[in-house]
């Protein structure tokens, strides 16, 4: 499954598995209120996926129009089966790109290029599992294996 996500928070899903990509039925990060509150994804590398909870981890934050670049302190977490957001994971620093591996429990890992810094979490507490710094000069794309390790 692949989700684009536009500027203003319209998740479109479009199902890849099949001869054909199938888009899906579109539906939104936020709601009206959190629309009003200034609340937009942005980054990067903004969101990423796990097939096997069926979650998209996505970086959240108060932003104004066109600033999708700059970094998020907030990742929310939603369920893809329903588009209902079922957690929200307060990055210990702002993140401008996100990836999630694909291991059982999954790992999120969050770059800041401002920092040159990659901090890794627990997706289940949301707590900090590792850091690494001094990752060179303004970092800003992360790449994994997408397979799940047996």
């Given at each position: 499954?692949l ?7 319209m ?7 099949g001869d054909q990509?199938q888009?899906g039925?579109?539906w939104?990060?936020?709601?009206d209120?959190?629309?009003e509150?200034g609340?937009?994804?942005?980054g990067?590398?903004?969101a ?6 069926n979650?998209l981890y ?14 998020s ?7 893809t089966?329903?588009g209902e ?9 702002e ?6 591996d694909q291991?059982?429990?999954p790992?999120?890992?969050?770059l ?12 289940e507490?949301g707590a900090?599992?590792s ?5 060179g000069?303004e970092p ?9 390790q047996?």
């Amino acid at each position: 499954k692949l989700f684009f996500i536009d500027f203003w928070g319209m998740v479109f899903p479009v199902d890849i598995s099949g001869d054909q990509p199938q888009p899906g039925e579109p539906w939104r990060l936020i709601t009206d209120e959190e629309r009003e509150a200034g609340w937009k994804p942005g980054g990067w590398q903004p969101a990423t996926f796990h097939p096997g909870n069926n979650r998209l981890y996505v970086l959240m934050d108060r932003r104004a129009d066109w600033a999708q670049n700059t970094e998020s302190n907030h990742v929310w977490v939603y369920d893809t089966t329903t588009g209902e957001k079922v957690d929200e994971i307060n990055l210990a620093h702002e993140a401008r790109s996100v990836y999630i591996d694909q291991g059982s429990p999954p790992y999120l890992y969050a770059l800041s290029s401002h920092h040159a810094d990659m901090t890794i979490y627990d997706v289940e507490t949301g707590a900090v599992h590792s850091y690494i710094d001094e990752l060179g000069h303004e970092p800003v794309v992360l790449v994994g294996d997408p397979a799940p390790q047996q």
